[in-house]
Nanobody
């Protein structure tokens, strides 16, 4: 059984920062990549960033390049998403996801496990 638990969301003013955490437990040794997605109200879930379980490879959506940094702690089995220079358009529920095999990192449907999400609200 696999469990992903996100934390760190909240309300922040534009220009501020937040760090999201995703704690993974269970059969994590099968993980290939961990990803962050977000879903704003009335919109489709979209890719934000991903990191290989080894930590050697990362990928970012254009919307977060230069502002967001994904990382992971091997000891704690936790992935992080550091978000700086936040904008109101970053407001969404942020989800952590894990995948077991190679494929299209940008497609939510190709991930095998999901967390419950954490709300990020950026005020203008």
């Amino acid at each position: 059984q696999v469990q992903l638990v996100e934390s760190g969301g909240g309300l922040v003013q534009a220009g501020g920062s937040l760090r999201l955490s995703c704690a993974a437990s269970g059969r994590t040794w099968n993980f290939y990549f961990l990803g962050w997605f977000r879903q704003a109200l009335g919109k489709e879930r979209e890719f934000v960033a991903a990191i290989s379980w080894s930590g050697s490879s990362t990928a970012y959506a254009d919307s977060g390049k230069g502002r967001f940094t994904i990382s992971r702690d091997n000891v704690k089995n936790t992935a992080y998403l550091q978000m700086n220079s936040l904008k109101p358009e970053d407001t969404a529920v942020y989800y952590c996801a894990a995948r077991l095999r190679a494929g299209d990192l940008y497609r939510a449907g190709t991930y095998d496990y999901w967390g419950q999400g954490t709300q990020v609200t950026v005020s203008s």
